[in-house]
């Protein structure tokens, strides 16, 4: 018999704490969330990180089964959507079903861009179940730096 182990409550409430921590260091990223009601209308959701580099956005989504062909990405009106349908493939082999966990079926999130991106040269890669988009940054989002002229006294003076 397999004993079933307790989660310590100290280690639970550190992790709700971990989870907090979290939400509030990115809330300043919010703008790549998604409307609540989305989850609702689907059958699951990809896990998807999101990195920014000096000249772009970096989006990697878990969609682990799914072919490339039945991946959609638009953007429309500075949202971006990324949808899908995971098919599930009937075992042939076994003799019955167990347990089936795997998730299947359709899926979509949608991510508010910030006006620095340039929706024209977004690329979008597929490799190993991993899709990673790229949402280049506009070049007037693009930091500058700006050089500080040195003037002689005598300018100055005068």
Known sequence: MVG?????????????????MGRIFNDP???????????????????????EEPDVIRLVAEIPGVNPEDVKISVESNLLTIKGTKEQVA???????????RTYGAFERTFR???????????????????TIMLPKAETAKPHLIKVEVTAEKALKA
């Open 91 to 101: 075992e042939e082999k076994a003799e019955k079903v167990h347990r089936y966990e």
């Open 4 to 20: 079933i182990t307790q989660r310590d409550p100290t280690m639970e409430l550190l992790h709700q704490l971990e989870h907090r």
């Open 113 to 131: 861009l910030s006006a620095s991106i340039d929706p024209n040269k977004i690329k979008a890669t597929y490799h190993l179940g991993v899709l």
């Open 29 to 51: 990223f919010r703008t790549f969330e998604w409307p609540e009601h989305e989850a609702a209308t689907t059958a699951w959701q990809p896990l998807v990180d999101i990195f």
